[in-house]
């Protein structure tokens, strides 16, 4: 009893421990050093994470921009640190939230570029020079400045023609961070693409832009897959090492925001109806949002049925090298399976993506089908290889009785009890599957949850899209689980009683 009591005790201090950050008196905190001993939300990888953590004594929280303002919000972190433009733009009051100071590592953002590319991060610093002795920089900066309504700035959006003869196609790596990149109507736009297309224009560059997080940038330039960087990205020592850097074209700084002193919203709080329309149509209708969630479910399921398939015929595979009785064959597969399924998916894409294939212009797609393919073969294989097992020897021996030949007997006799046992622990495989294709956002690929992330770092709504995905992901999964279910009723009636 003694005992069962100190596991109880420990277990309430361990869930105390971690059941969140208690409320302190911020009426103190007029700056950076005033921020320790509080929790920080920053993006990760940014230039605010790294200052934050050379401070030390502040509790940094890591996480993606779209969900810096939620964190504060709900009391996960004291503070967060946006871009004091972007949080200049948002109407803080109505979410409770309010400016606390400003200018936090005020400085200026410019493009990167791989350290050999020199010629390149000279024609763009050229450009940038020419049009600020022409007066071209300080009307075109002024436009997006005066700008009343920031989803006008679409309008000012230079297209790109194709490329000239002769000329090159430049990969740009980008993260969505409004007002500097965004998306209105599925098309990209903001005050960096809309600056990128008109050097472009310039120079006779086609240009592909690349949604990725802002912390895969650096490796994705670095790996070959981007030719450039252009996400409002500051110069640091540390990146300086790694990264070319341009010219500055903007400054900017951040804003640290927190709960407003009284802690509630300006506004009369609407009803649970009410708030779901609004979110409805902030997060699908407006913008015709929608249509980005449609082409993420498309890739989704793409994706899904590709490396499902694949993952089934590397599995055979595996699973035939697996039982042979050649120990110079079975060995080596037999570490392969064992090495796979030892290391995490996300590893093993990342290693794909950015070390494996680096060097080629493979999209995130292949890449990614390719990845999930090899990763849960190792997991089919074993499946296969147990449902195999499971067949008791006396069934080759009576369809040898019969007159069957060895390949007869394995399609008659052995395969349909093998597929008994085989098709109820694949669903469950296979169901893992759909739900991991979640993580292919960080390969660059837009997906159904990475087109989420897109939305909700514009509407800064948590809630909606999260709800949306998770149910769609369901769906799917529920989908999966019903094929697989009618085709294991197909192979053994009796499966029907259970």
């Not at 950076?32 to 953590?53: C, F, P, Q, R, W």
């Not at 000329?167 to 005050?191: E, M, S, W």
């Amino acid at each position: 009893m003694r005992k069962l009591r100190f596991i109880l005790i420990a277990a309430l201090l361990l869930l105390d421990s971690c059941s969140g950050r208690r409320a302190k008196d911020l009426s103190g905190v007029n700056g950076i050093e005033d921020l320790k001993g509080h929790s920080v939300a920053v993006s990760m990888g940014s230039s605010y994470d790294l200052m934050l953590s050379d401070i030390g004594g502040i509790d940094v929280i890591r996480i993606g921009l779209g969900e810096l303002l939620v964190a504060v919000e709900k009391g996960r972190a004291e503070f967060c640190i946006i871009d004091q433009y972007q949080a200049a733009m948002l109407n803080m009051e109505s979410r409770g939230l309010e400016i606390r100071f400003r200018n936090i590592l005020k400085g200026t953002a410019g493009a990167g570029f791989r350290k050999e590319d020199s010629l390149l991060c000279n024609q763009f610093n050229g450009y940038l020079n020419g049009i600020r002795g022409s007066g071209e920089y300080d009307r075109w900066l002024d436009e997006w400045k005066s700008a009343s309504d920031s989803m006008a700035y679409a309008s000012f959006q230079v297209p790109v023609h194709d490329k000239q003869p002769g000329g090159r196609a430049l990969h740009v790596g980008i993260t969505i961070n409004y007002p500097y990149l965004f998306l209105k109507d599925n098309r990209l736009t903001g005050i960096e693409v809309d600056l990128f297309n008109r050097f472009c224009e310039r120079m006779g560059y086609a240009v592909d832009y690349e949604i990725y997080d802002f912390s895969a940038l650096i490796p994705a330039l670095n790996s070959g897959k981007i030719d450039v960087i252009l996400s409002h990205m500051r110069r640091t020592e540390e990146r300086a090492r790694q990264v070319l850097f341009s010219d500055a074209y903007i400054e900017g700084g951040g804003a640290a925001v927190c709960r407003s002193a009284d802690g509630k919203a300006v506004g009369v709080r609407a009803g649970f109806l009410e708030r779901m329309k609004e979110s409805f149509r902030n997060n699908l209708v407006e913008e015709r949002r929608w249509k980005l969630m449609v082409d993420g479910l498309w890739v989704t399921i793409r994706i899904s049925i590709l490396s499902i398939l694949s993952a089934v015929m590397i599995g055979i595979a595996m699973c035939r090298l697996r039982m042979s009785r050649m120990r110079v064959v079975n060995l080596p597969a037999k570490i392969l399976i064992d090495i796979l399924r030892g290391i995490p998916l996300l590893v093993v894409l990342m290693l794909m993506f950015y070390v494996i294939f680096a060097s080629s212009r493979m999209t995130g797609t292949l890449v990614t089908v390719m990845s999930f393919g090899v990763y849960y073969g190792a997991y089919f294989s074993e499946v296969f290889r147990s449902g195999m097992m499971g067949v008791d020897r006396g069934q080759w021996e009576a369809g040898y009785a019969l007159g069957l030949r060895k390949i007869q007997t394995f399609y008659k006799v052995v395969l349909p009890q093998a597929l008994s046992r085989i098709i109820p622990v694949l669903k469950g495989e296979v169901i893992a599957l759909i739900k991991m294709t979640s993580v292919v956002g960080y390969v660059a690929v837009i997906d159904l949850t990475k087109a989420s992330d897109i939305i909700r770092s514009r509407t800064l709504d948590a809630f909606f899209p999260l709800i949306l995905v998770s149910a769609v992901y369901l769906l799917l999964s529920w989908l999966a689980g019903c094929g697989l279910g009618l085709m294991e009723h197909r192979i053994n009636p009796k499966s029907r009683k259970t």
